[in-house]
């Protein structure tokens, strides 16, 4: 008979029981090398943004023979970026803000409020997400034209102000809390919104955070609708100024590159301050 050797352990920092110590798995020697996969395009554009216009035109490509943070200089003065940085940021803060509430309530509605036809309209908002944006692209352009919101961050705004991707995330957030806790609050004399702001709301935490996350990220990098909707410098967004940095003979890659990593800072800040709230609601929420 073979006795097992005991697994190394480790007391915590505020000196209670011991905890066995985590050891790599095999699967890390896999996941490794994808992250790096997936790590590589940023790392490029890094690159690319400290080197000179002569090395991104070297073949083969390589490493840059020095740091030129001139072109992070450059990528903000050839243009207003500061103050693309400052329409992006109003449309996405309003933009998750809009989504934060609206969805909420229209969770909650679904999830909770029994009304006639409430399956199908669910069943129809939930369909939208199969639409692609390219279909209504036109119809939401009349509709903001209608609400001579034309060439504003207004037409920005209105069409993200809430998402059926919003609606079906904080449903089914809400199916999984226990009936029990708004029967109580019920008991007490609380209404609907009363049980909402007051029980609910500090359990929607981890998946406010997420759509906060999701909703940033979509409105921030969102290209298209924006090329379409504005016309004017003033208020274009980081992401539709940086096609000025291209031109039709010539692109200045380096100062592109430095515009795309300054424009990628606050998504990238934003993620790692929520990443363990994205991670807990994807965990409660009910996607398995």
């Known amino acids: 008979m073979t006795l097992a050797l005991p697994r190394q352990a ?15 798995s ?3 020697l896999l996941l490794i090398p994808l992250s790096l996969v997936m790590l590589a395009p940023l790392i490029w554009m890094v690159l690319l943004s400290i080197s000179t216009q002569a090395e991104t035109r070297r073949f083969p490509p390589g490493l840059p023979g020095g740091v030129h943070w001139q072109n ?24 998750v803000l809009g989504n934060l509430v609206f969805c909420a309530l229209a969770g909650y509605a679904f999830a909770r409020i029994p ?8 069943v129809l908002v939930l369909a939208t997400l199969m639409v692609p944006f390219q279909i209504v692209m036109l119809p939401t352009l009349i509709v903001v034209r209608d609400l001579h919101l034309t060439d504003t961050l207004g037409a920005l705004i209105a069409p993200n ?3 059926p991707f919003g609606v079906f995330l904080m449903r089914q957030f809400f199916t999984t809390v226990p009936r029990e806790l708004e029967e109580a609050a019920r008991i ?12 609910l709301l500090p359990l929607m935490g981890p ?20 090329l379409i909707a504005i016309q004017s410098p003033g208020n274009m967004t980081v992401q539709m100024g940086l096609q000025n940095f291209q031109g039709s003979h010539l692109t200045n890659w380096p100062v592109l590159m430095a515009g795309t990593v300054t ?4 998504v990238l800040v934003l993620f790692v301050i929520a990443q363990r709230f994205f991670v807990r609601s994807i965990a409660s929420s009910g996607f398995k």
């Open 10 to 24: 480790v007391r915590t920092k505020d000196g209670g029981p011991l905890r066995p110590r985590r050891r790599p």
């Open 26 to 28: 095999p699967l890390h």
């Open 72 to 95: 992070y200089v450059d990528a903000w003065h050839q243009g207003p970026f500061g103050h693309w940085l400052l329409n992006s940021t109003v449309v996405s803060v309003t933009c």
């Open 115 to 122: 009304f006639l036809g409430s399956r199908v309209l669910f």
């Open 161 to 163: 102000l809430a998402t």
């Open 188 to 199: 007490d004399g609380a209404g609907r919104l009363r049980t909402l702001v007051r029980v």
């Open 207 to 226: 998946t406010l955070a997420t759509l906060a996350v999701l909703t940033f990220l979509n409105v921030w990098n969102d290209f298209l609708w924006p």
């Open 263 to 266: 424009s990628q800072i606050p």
